[in-house]
């Protein structure tokens, strides 16, 4: 059985998904899809021990080698993502059964926990496989699913976004296919690895560069890269709340996972470094600036932290465009730790929303008398978005200020601490409101409101105390991520 965990990682949720939607019943399909998110877990820490331990696993589906045949390979860096993908979307589970009762009609829970499992399915897909078309074929998997997801919001304002995801989604999609193409008219194979081998015999034609440039922009647009982030902030805000914690700490993480792959594992480090570097750099400071901007004027709360998404996606773009072992570290770092950051903010917005049906700012004057353990999540995930010392979100930033430092970019380094300073502006505004407003009193917060169910605040706080503990014991991630940054840099694993 541990010989076949790489295409269990996939088949389990894959399974799951229609079994669920058999059962018809909203109590058992969550218990199954918990069951299932929790197998998926274990197989992908299994996967991690096994990639320490003994190096890359290639497994061959059907018998066929690869290139002939569909290969799923699993190294350092999709172990990695394939644990954070699978703890998180198990986590946000947990929660589900309390937190889409409000937002999701009893007839339809069911079909949530069916495209939600198809959802995680692709996403670890994506990450699992080492075919350059199955990735295709995973992603439009998990975008369908996606689409499906964010129109199950109650505001009707939620079909546009998911009329605007899809349009965008697939223009990027296409972009990606066409690079496929491309490669594959090049190289003759869809192997990543073979690929890769293939390439550099004709690394100065312009059809590479062309399939390069398809690629980057197709994938771009869906880790929402500045500027092409303009389907997120309405996906983030009209999505159920649970879809929204769902994607904000794994949709966007296997996106950034899939431009690592193909940046560097296809095409190599020192491909297009004269134009990717600057490119990345520039477009990762607009986006930290410019979205925190946007983000601190912002009236609803979701929508804010949504902005603060892209901004933070900024982040990890820059890691990228330094270039170096460090710099990849940094962002593989921040991919981890804003995971763990946005799966608890939102979802203890989730549980705002189970108590008092919004997330306007108004509403959140004098919240914490009455919701203060949500409160205090909220408090503690956004000084760890900050990156205050002993939280997540100050290891990874301090690595990313210190590989600009090492490669001669203090001006970079600097604007990466002042883009931080903007997040205390709009962390604080709401934890002033929460804690030092005052109510309306024709408002719902002011009469006598209840905190969240348990049933919400443990996977809350689970997420919350996981942001304390990696940083102050770093070694899981710190290792890992210097593992594979050195190994996809050239090095060995």
């Known amino acids: 059985m541990l010989s076949h ?81 699978s703890a998180i979307g198990t986590v946000v589970l947990l929660a589900a059964n309390t937190g889409i009762r409000q937002e ?19 996403l670890l897909g994506i990450v699992a496989t080492g075919d350059i078309f199955n990735v295709f074929v995973f992603l439009e998997i998990s975008s369908l699913a996606t689409y499906a997801l964010v129109a199950f919001g109650r505001d009707r304002r939620a079909l546009l976004a998911a009329y605007q995801y899809l349009i965008l989604g697939t223009i990027g999609a296409t972009f990606l296919l066409i690079g496929i193409g491309l490669l594959y008219s090049l190289t003759g194979t869809l192997n990543m690895q073979d690929v890769a081998e293939r390439l550099p015999q004709g690394t100065d034609s312009s059809s590479v560069y062309t399939a390069f440039a398809f690629m980057i922009v197709g994938v771009g647009l869906k880790l929402a890269l500045f500027p092409l982030h303009l389907w997120l902030p309405n996906t983030y805000t009209y999505a159920p709340s649970m879809v929204t914690a769902f994607l904000a700490a794994t949709a966007t993480k296997v996106a ?57 996606i900024g982040y990890m773009i820059i890691g990228i465009g330094i270039g170096t072992s460090l710099g990849l570290q940094a962002t593989l770092l921040h991919l981890f730790n804003h995971a763990l950051m946005k799966g608890a903010l939102f979802l203890a917005l989730a549980a705002v929303v189970y108590r008092i049906g919004s997330t306007d700012r108004a509403s959140f004057n004098g919240l914490a008398k009455h919701m203060p353990w949500t409160m205090a999540a909220i408090v503690v995930a956004g000084l760890s978005l900050i990156g205050v010392p002993l939280t997540v979100g100050f290891i990874s930033k301090w690595y990313l200020v210190l590989a600009s430092f090492q490669n001669g970019l203090w001006p970079v380094a600097l ?72 190994f996809l840099m050239g090095g060995s694993q």
């Open 5 to 85: 965990l790489p295409i269990l990682q996939v088949i389990v949720p894959l399974l799951a998904a229609p079994a669920c939607l058999l059962l018809n019943n909203p109590r058992l399909s969550w218990l199954l899809a918990c069951f299932a998110g929790g197998v998926s877990l274990l197989i992908s820490s299994l996967l991690l021990y096994q990639v320490q331990q003994s190096g890359v696993i290639s497994y061959m589906l059907g018998g066929w080698d690869a290139p002939w045949g569909i290969e799923y390979r699993i190294d350092l860096l999709s172990a990695y993502v394939l644990l954070i993908v």
């Open 104 to 122: 999701i009609a009893d007839d339809k829970q069911s079909l949530f926990y069916v495209l939600y499992l198809l959802c995680l399915a692709g």
């Open 256 to 312: 950034i996972y899939l431009l690592i792959r193909l940046h560097f594992s296809i095409f190599g480090d020192d491909f297009g470094k004269e134009i990717i570097q600057p490119l990345f750099i520039t477009l990762g400071l607009m986006g930290i600036f410019v979205a925190s901007m946007v983000a601190i004027k912002q009236p609803n709360i979701k929508r804010l932290f949504a902005y603060s998404s892209v901004a933070q």
């Open 415 to 486: 604007l990466i601490v002042i883009g931080s300073l903007l997040a205390v502006y709009y962390v604080w505004a709401l934890v002033e409101s929460a804690y030092f407003g005052k109510a309306d009193v024709n408002s719902k917060a002011s009469t006598q409101i209840n905190e969240a169910p348990l049933s919400l605040l443990i996977p809350v706080w689970i997420l919350v105390l996981a942001n304390i503990y990696f940083g102050i014991d770093t070694r899981l991630p710190l290792e890992a991520s210097a593992s594979a940054a050195s």
